[in-house]
């Protein structure tokens, strides 16, 4: 909160919304411990388990979004977005020939197969959920990896011309 209030001058409507829904979670996780402590005992996990993976394959396929040059216009002003127009921009980045996929999309497709086979696996009792969160985590990994490889800063190219040879001539 003091890192908000410090930068609030910049600070939109989704901000706002984004840290209520997370002060919404905070209180229900809270409540879940204190009052229905076996139950959040036995489910907890899978449900932290189950919002981290659905951020992991948001950041995964907006990037896909923005590195396609998919993401539709006004993205880049908090709330000018509609849901429409961001679940058509994911749909053209996210579907299509395989050639014409980049390495986001396949990232994220692969993280979603991972996750719905993963996930069959783990509700059938025939793997365990820690698995499914090592094998998504290691995917982030490479995506992040990806990402940051992409977005080093380059070395720029010499402007100037390379020195001629004065003078020396190569005799055959």
């Not at 890192?3 to 879940?32: I, K």
Request: charged share 10%.
């Amino acid at each position: 909160m003091f890192f908000a209030r410090r930068d609030s001058s910049r600070l939109g409507a989704w901000f706002w919304w984004g840290f209520g829904a997370a002060l919404v979670v905070y209180a229900g996780a809270a409540a879940g411990a204190l009052l229905f402590t076996d139950w959040f005992v036995h489910t907890g996990h899978g449900i932290a388990a189950g919002g981290l993976l659905l951020c992991v394959l948001v950041v995964a396929i907006v990037n896909a979004l923005r590195h396609s040059g998919g993401m539709p216009a006004g993205a880049g002003v908090p709330g000018a977005v509609t849901a429409g127009a961001g679940l058509k921009a994911a749909g053209t980045a996210m579907v299509g020939p395989p050639a014409r996929l980049d390495r986001y999309a396949w990232i994220a497709w692969l993280m979603v197969a991972v996750a719905v086979v993963g996930g069959v696996l783990v509700l059938m009792n025939a793997f365990a959920l820690f698995w499914l969160e090592l094998a998504v985590a290691l995917l982030f990994a490479v995506f992040w990896a990806a990402q940051t490889w992409e977005l080093m800063p380059r070395p720029a190219a010499d402007p100037r011309p390379a020195p001629a040879a004065a003078g020396r001539e190569v005799v055959a």
